[in-house]
């Protein structure tokens, strides 16, 4: 990560980063260095909303119940 950002950042590319950490996962598992980085050059936005598994696997829970299965469709 460090190695991309850092060509990126050099040759002023743009770079879009999205992922389900915070900003203290991402120090812990990128390091400082790229937090730097990122910080130097980036705008954040955070987006939030509600978690959808536990909705499907309860709808997914119902339609077993009742016997329901979802076709297969390919191509």
Known sequence: ???????RVANSLPTIITTNLSMDDLTRNYGSNVMSLLHERSTTYRFTGDDFRDQARYRLDDEVRQGLTRPVVTG
């Open 1 to 7: 990560m460090d190695e991309v950002l850092r060509h």
